[in-house]
């Protein structure tokens, strides 16, 4: 019974149903979350066993539903919020920067805004436009938000209960292209004895190269690794889960052994985590480099039409490619 | 401080009223006293209802009070940016009669969601005048206890704070806390040119299809800084609230008789479960946006003086002396009253320690952040190696 094999969304699905059993004041909002049990089906069933005043099908209007939920939030409440598709937070993205995020700084920590706002990110769906961004940069330069992601179904299930049950405002990052990949999940671990929510992990290790990865480039960077190993190269893997606060501890460790570092991700590198990543491991680790922090992402593009969508994306040939040259450097 | 409730419950001798007048004029504008003083029994508004207010004597010199005080402690504050002890201030001169009488119109259990010129709201909620003055001083942003006071921290982004005043409503139906008189309800307060943000319009369509509890009560004091009304709508303001299937009434703002009795009713009607109503408090800034602004530049001075003709505390004086209520004596108490409350704020203000510079530190996230922590600490070693120097 513990342990079942579920997708990376009923993962997230189950861990939803957890926090609205135990805690009276956890409350979902959101477009189409209630009847239609979200455009993702991530809170399917939820509305129809906790009723339309925990499970609330908002307005179409983003600003509202995180604005909103802060006068929730004032009153007791600890919502969750929905944002349909990354390229519709922008509407509030006002509310998330200047209101979420600066309550408790401006109270002087009287007020807390224990809020989950919940962002199916990333592409490879091929999708229309605004369906497949990655705009966590915005969020973790913003002080007073954290911003996690998860990239299997046992952390989806994990995190997003502890996500819930912090007080911090918690941006939460989902990858979308992942939501129909299977992993074990054990369902019967208690949360407090849970793996740290803000807390980096390796996820493989290797002993050539540090691969630094969240959501949905985890898996990539695990195919690299796997494709590499059988060219002799053992390549380490990271999964950072945490992009703000950064958790590096594992990462200075690890690149200190391999003396290489490779961040991946889907959003555009200018100015990027992977900038802020390059930066740290080099303050950090620079007498142990072999070569410069490199880094693997999308362009600095627009995200572009679906067609091409696979050129833009990081994938396992770009890895491996920033693996050749950080040896070729 | 004059803390009593002027409204509501009666106590000691009630005023007969001793002037009447028929509700004739601009039918878009309740009003229970004139800018002469002279006292309108009753007004129907263009929504049906009778708006009256029954005050004792004793209430009526509470409202003067609270509206001599509230402009005094004001225009201290203005001192107080003048002489460089407060970085900048948004004035309410002109505006007394829509904050007290909408102020004392709220009960106990209401909570207010303020802009960042509702100093004479919060000094009817009881709230020591003091508390905002850290925000505009610079030594903190607001930080006290929203549900402490029932009064929300000052918002500073324009009509952001009508969305957090709306999911607090919902959250009171959540709770099942109206049907009754003891229902709760809330008010958010705006200015006309927040009613062209999208949160403000958000706010109006979450409230309107959630019922929620609420007033949003918006003080019309004809500027956006520089922008007249004409740039914010082609429509009276309270005439919006239809198009989002909620009652919307427009109260002269320099009445506080009426403000008060506009307000008290729309909260009463949201606690009791009618969901929410737009008030449009007609009134005038009569000082500049804040002390950075300088507003001869854009309006002329013969409409200034049209407006100081309206003004709403010469008005009430002018009432209570017509019909004996108060004496000069009385008059010179509260004045007495001011200046001394308004001298002992000067004093504290003086007073406000700067910050220590690692408490900007301090606050950022309820549970930490190890990374913070380390550059608070790289900060902390930085500043002690300037040698012989505290900070």
């Not at chain 1, 992402?297 to 696979?310: K, M, Q």
Request: net charge negative; aromatic share 8%.
């Amino acid at each position: 019974m513990a342990t079942e094999t579920l997708t990376l969304g009923k993962a997230l699905n189950t861990g939803l149903r957890r926090a609205l059993e135990n805690d009276p004041k956890v409350i979902i909002m959101g477009e189409d979350v209630g009847k239609l049990g979200g455009v993702f089906r991530i809170t399917d069933g939820l509305q129809k066993d906790f009723g339309d005043q925990r499970v609330i099908d908002t307005p179409l209007a983003e600003s509202g539903i995180i604005g909103t939920a802060v006068g929730l939030a004032i009153r007791g409440y600890r919502p969750i919020c929905e944002i349909q598709f990354d390229g519709f937070v922008y509407p509030a993205y006002d509310q998330i920067v200047s209101q979420v995020a600066k309550m408790h700084y401006r109270s002087r920590g009287k007020l807390s805004i224990p809020m989950v706002i919940r962002i199916p990110f990333g592409g490879g769906i091929g999708a229309v436009e605004h369906h497949s961004e990655s705009p966590e940069a915005y969020f973790a330069h913003t002080a007073g938000l954290k911003v996690v992601s998860c990239a299997n179904p046992q952390d989806a299930y994990v995190m997003i209960q502890q996500a819930i049950a912090s007080d911090d405002p918690i941006v939460f990052l989902e990858p979308k292209r992942r939501y129909w990949e299977k992993g074990p999940v054990d369902l019967d671990a208690p949360l407090a004895d849970a793996y740290p929510l803000h807390s980096a992990r390796v996820v493989r290790p290797g002993t050539d190269v540090t691969l630094l990865a969240y959501g949905p480039m985890v898996r990539t960077c695990l195919d690299a690794a796997t494709a590499a190993a059988e060219d002799g190269r053992e390549l380490e893997v990271i999964d950072l889960r945490t992009l703000s606060p950064l958790d590096l501890s594992a990462a200075y460790e690890s690149v200190k052994r391999t003396g290489r570092a490779v961040v991946v991700h889907e959003a555009p590198s200018n100015i990027g985590i992977g900038a802020e990543l390059a930066a740290r491991i080099t303050e950090e680790c620079f007498y142990s480099l072999e070569s410069p922090v490199l880094r693997v992402t999308g362009f600095d593009t627009p995200y572009p039409a679906a067609r091409v969508e696979e050129e833009y994306l990081p994938d396992l040939d770009r890895v491996l490619d920033a693996v050749d040259r950080s040896f070729g450097w | 401080m004059a803390k009593g409730d002027p409204g509501g419950t009666t106590r000691g001798r009630r005023a007969a009223p001793r002037s009447r007048k028929s509700a004739t004029g601009n039918p878009e504008l309740v009003q229970l006293l004139t800018p002469e003083g002279e006292r309108i029994d009753s007004v129907t508004g263009p929504d049906g209802i009778e708006y009256r207010v029954d005050f004792t004597d004793e209430e009526y010199r509470g409202l003067y009070r609270d509206l001599v005080l509230v402009r005094k402690l004001d225009a201290e504050a203005t001192a107080l940016q003048r002489q460089g002890e407060l970085g900048i201030w948004a004035s309410l001169l002109g505006q007394e009669a829509a904050q007290v009488g909408s102020g004392r119109a709220l009960r106990t259990q209401d909570m207010a969601f303020p802009t960042y010129r509702e100093h004479g709201v919060l000094y009817c909620r009881g709230i020591d005048p003091i508390m905002p003055l850290g925000l505009f001083r610079g030594v903190d942003q607001g930080g006290w206890d929203p549900n402490e006071f029932k009064f929300n921290m000052y918002t500073i982004v324009i009509g952001a704070q009508t969305l957090h005043a709306t999911g607090y409503a919902m959250g009171i139906n959540m709770d099942g806390k109206t049907g009754t008189d003891d229902g709760e309800a809330v008010i958010a307060y705006f200015g006309d040119g927040a009613t062209s943000q999208g949160d403000v319009n958000e706010a109006f369509v979450w409230a309107g299809v959630f019922n929620a509890p609420m007033v949003f009560f918006c003080q019309n004091n004809q500027y956006a800084i520089s922008e007249p009304l004409e740039r914010q709508t082609r429509i009276p303001l309270y005439q919006r609230a239809a198009g989002f299937g909620f009652p919307g009434i427009r109260v002269d703002g320099n009445d506080v008789l009426a403000t008060y009795a506009v307000t008290r009713t729309a909260l009463d009607n949201a606690r009791h479960g009618q969901g929410p109503s737009l008030i449009e408090a007609y009134t005038y800034r009569m000082g500049a946006h804040t002390t950075s602004d300088d507003p001869t530049r854009y309006r002329i001075a013969s409409e200034v003086e049209a407006w100081q003709a309206k003004d709403p505390i010469s008005r009430v004086k002018a009432f209570l002396e017509k019909q004996q209520i108060a004496d000069a004596a009385f008059f010179a108490e509260v004045d007495e009253q001011a200046r001394r409350e308004s001298v002992h704020l000067r004093e504290r203000v003086l007073a406000m320690p700067n910050p220590e510079p690692v408490t900007m530190f301090d606050h950022v996230y309820p549970n930490g952040s190890p990374l913070l922590d380390e550059q608070r600490a790289q900060f902390s070693k930085y500043m002690e190696s300037f040698e012989g120097s505290a900070h």
